[in-house]
């Protein structure tokens, strides 16, 4: 009996260091597996709190300096108005007759008054120099021109010159990349137009980190429209750095062939399209969202007077013509200058700029002088 409760005692024995080595064992693993996961949990919750004060930290827009700014594109001027008067000289006296009809001044037409941008907002503080075309096509533009490296070495070299040109103004590379393209055939649906694959934009995407620049995702509807191309792109614009460009010119609602005559927007479609931006712009708490609008005769934008900036969109109409010098200028003082919404933009072409006897590309220098002085400039 002593013997079987002695080979208990020592069962008990062994039974109870089995237990508590099995208990340090397990304390020990799960007291080191539970703390990483932990951590890992608060890691997510402090990214979190920081993303939140990156957002907190954008400081207010600074409406001295913006208005400084637009005064400064506005490139009006000083006009003083003064009233002069005919004088009449006497061996004796000077006197002062009836004073001639003060000078006229005409007021400008800008810095147009608009609602003042969110916080965060690129233009006017910032020019933007872009690269435009499709990778898939040469023809269309220097980003399917060029290899990627002489292409973004170009990019930066042209960036380089305006700033030279304007050194007040800091100058953005951006990567403008033709998403939905206009088309020759008719294609499944009927709509004459190519929406571009993912990986297109991706690409796009990539070049643009590489010089630490803006995407802008241009699109050409051709007998498609707007409400049913943009919402497609929604997930890339909901980036922070990418941005929008819309061409009336393939805007084909006559139904006539892209590329037959030009096509138009009306104000309508511009507004859809900035209301579409700042939907984004207000959920995803973004900073202000860039729309350029393409145009270089009257008829492409209709009613321009009804489109409406918003504090999360800002709009540039960009001078899109090509060809002798003279009328670049003259195009840009007829369609932008006469009918300004709220920035301007200014395209400027490798190849078509030359086709025409003594023409050529304008320089930075040249293109300040305008009135108001672009703050978008494309090549292409």
Do not use: C
């Given at each position: 009996m002593?013997?079987?409760?002695k080979?208990?005692?020592?069962l008990r024995?062994?039974?109870?260091?089995?237990?508590t080595t099995l208990?340090?064992?397990v304390t020990?693993?799960?007291g080191n597996?539970?703390?990483i996961?932990?951590?890992?949990?608060?890691?997510v919750l402090?990214?979190?709190?920081e993303?939140?004060?990156?957002?907190k930290k954008?400081p207010?827009l600074?409406?001295?300096?913006?208005d400084?700014?637009m005064n400064?594109?506005a490139?009006?001027?000083?006009i003083?108005?003064v009233?002069?008067?005919?004088k009449t000289t006497?061996p004796?006296?000077?006197t002062n007759?009836?004073?001639?009809?003060p000078?006229?001044?005409k007021?400008?037409l800008?810095?147009?008054k608009t609602?003042?941008p969110?916080?965060?907002a690129?233009?006017?503080?910032?020019r933007?120099v872009?690269?435009?075309?499709?990778?898939?096509?040469k023809?269309?533009?220097?980003?399917?021109?060029?290899p990627?490296d002489e292409m973004?070495?170009?990019?930066?070299?042209?960036a380089k010159k305006w700033?030279?040109?304007d050194p007040?103004?800091?100058?953005i590379?951006?990567?403008?990349?033709?998403t939905?393209?206009?088309?020759?055939?008719?294609g499944?649906?009927?709509?004459?137009?190519?929406?571009?694959?993912?990986s297109?934009i991706?690409?796009?995407?990539a070049?643009?980190k590489k010089?630490n620049g803006?995407?802008?995702?241009d699109v050409?509807?051709?007998l498609s429209?707007?409400?049913?191309?943009?919402?497609p792109?929604e997930?890339y614009?909901?980036m922070?750095?990418?941005?929008?460009?819309?061409d009336?010119?393939?805007?084909?609602?006559t139904g006539?062939?892209?590329g037959?005559?030009?096509g138009?927007?009306?104000a309508?479609?511009i507004n859809y399209?900035a209301e579409?931006?700042?939907r984004?712009?207000?959920?995803?708490?973004?900073?202000?969202k860039?729309l350029i609008?393409h145009?270089?005769t009257?008829?492409m934008?209709t009613?321009y007077?009804n489109i409406k900036p918003?504090?999360?969109?800002?709009i540039v109409?960009?001078m899109?013509?090509?060809g002798?010098?003279?009328?670049?200028l003259n195009?840009?003082k007829?369609?932008?200058y006469?009918q300004p919404?709220?920035?301007t933009?200014f395209?400027?072409?490798y190849?078509?700029?030359?086709?025409?006897?003594?023409?050529?590309i304008?320089?930075?220098?040249?293109?300040?002088k305008l009135r108001?002085?672009?703050?978008?400039i494309?090549?292409?």
């Open positions: 002593n013997k079987f409760f080979q208990f005692s020592k024995l062994v039974s109870l260091f089995l237990f208990v340090v064992v020990f693993y799960f597996i539970f703390p996961k932990y951590d890992q949990a608060n890691d402090e990214k979190k709190e993303k939140k004060e990156i957002v954008i207010p600074d409406t001295a300096l913006y400084l700014k400064e594109l490139n009006n001027p000083v003083v108005a009233e002069n008067t005919i006497t004796a006296t000077t007759q009836a004073p001639v009809k000078v006229e001044v007021p400008n800008w810095p147009v609602v003042y969110n916080a965060g690129i233009l006017p503080f910032s933007i872009a690269y435009y075309g499709n990778f898939y096509s023809k269309m533009g220097a980003l399917g021109e060029y990627e973004l070495a170009k990019l930066t070299a042209e700033e030279e040109a007040n103004t800091k100058v590379p951006a990567i403008h990349y033709i939905v393209t206009a088309q020759g055939s008719a499944a649906d009927g709509k004459y137009r190519l929406r571009m694959p993912d297109q991706d690409k796009a995407l070049m643009a010089v803006l995407v802008f995702l050409q509807v051709a429209d707007l409400q049913s191309e943009l919402p792109l997930k614009l909901k922070p750095e990418v941005h929008l460009g819309i009336p010119e393939f805007s084909m609602k006539k062939k892209p037959s005559v030009i138009t927007f009306d309508v479609d399209a579409f931006l700042a984004i712009v207000k959920e995803n708490n973004l900073t202000p860039i609008v145009r270089f009257a008829p934008v009613n007077k918003l504090p999360e969109v800002q109409m960009d899109d013509g090509w002798i010098q003279a009328r670049k195009t840009y007829e369609v932008i006469k919404v709220q920035f933009g395209k400027l072409f190849k078509n700029d030359f086709r025409e006897p003594n023409s050529r304008l320089t930075p220098v040249e293109v300040l108001p002085k672009p703050i978008y494309q090549y292409q």
